[in-house]
């Protein structure tokens, strides 16, 4: 049997966040060189940005009543 930590789990989520941010932020810099500087690219910008900051609140919430040192067996 292979047992580790949760903390693995949390490891690859962060890597993931941080993969995420670095294409976000690519993306709303092609879009605020390239694309037009009109409401409609700035309200898509906000919604996204909420939603982001929406799911990552959400996480927060649910990751605090985990206790990441248990173990998994596999």
Do not use: C, P, R
Not at 35 to 40: M, R, T
Request: charged share 5%; hydrophobic share 65%.
């Amino acid at each position: 049997m292979i047992e580790f930590s949760l903390t693995v789990f949390l490891v690859i989520y962060g890597l993931g966040v941080v993969l995420f941010f670095i294409f976000a932020i690519i993306n709303m810099l092609h879009l605020f060189y390239y694309g037009f500087l009109n409401f409609e690219s700035y309200f898509v910008t906000f919604l996204f940005l909420a939603a982001t900051i929406l799911v990552l609140f959400i996480t927060y919430k649910l990751g605090i009543a985990i206790d990441w040192n248990q173990t998994f067996t596999i």
